[in-house]
């Protein structure tokens, strides 16, 4: 056990976290399951209406899936799929003479 884990054991048995507190600092440190919402945050997708559609897809599809099936499919879509494109088309949009959302001339 670390220095961390053998402090978080002293205090827990002394009881200055009560009596809900988690038994150990492994416990206590163990992040839940994200929502569908939170597993796609992560990727920091700027466009909201993007963003919303695949909160939503991940939410019809989480009934039938698995947790980590559902991780999974959050991060294709979220950080191979949606934020390269994001970093893509911005790298490609800021360059001099082009504009983000301006129509190109055909």
Avoid at 83 to 92: A, G, N
């Amino acid at each position: 056990m670390n220095e961390g884990g053998l402090f978080y054991a002293l205090l827990f048995e002394t009881g200055v976290f009560g009596p809900d507190a988690p038994p150990n600092l492994m416990a206590a440190t163990r992040r839940g399951q994200l929502s569908c919402a939170g597993l796609i945050d992560r990727y920091q997708i700027e466009c909201a209406p993007v963003r919303d559609l695949l909160v939503d897809y991940l939410a019809v599809r989480r009934p039938a899936v698995d947790y980590t099936s559902l991780d999974n499919l959050a991060r294709n879509l979220g950080l191979l799929f949606r934020r390269d494109l994001e970093l893509h088309h911005r790298s490609h949009a800021q360059r001099p003479g082009r504009h983000r959302h301006a129509a190109q001339p055909r």
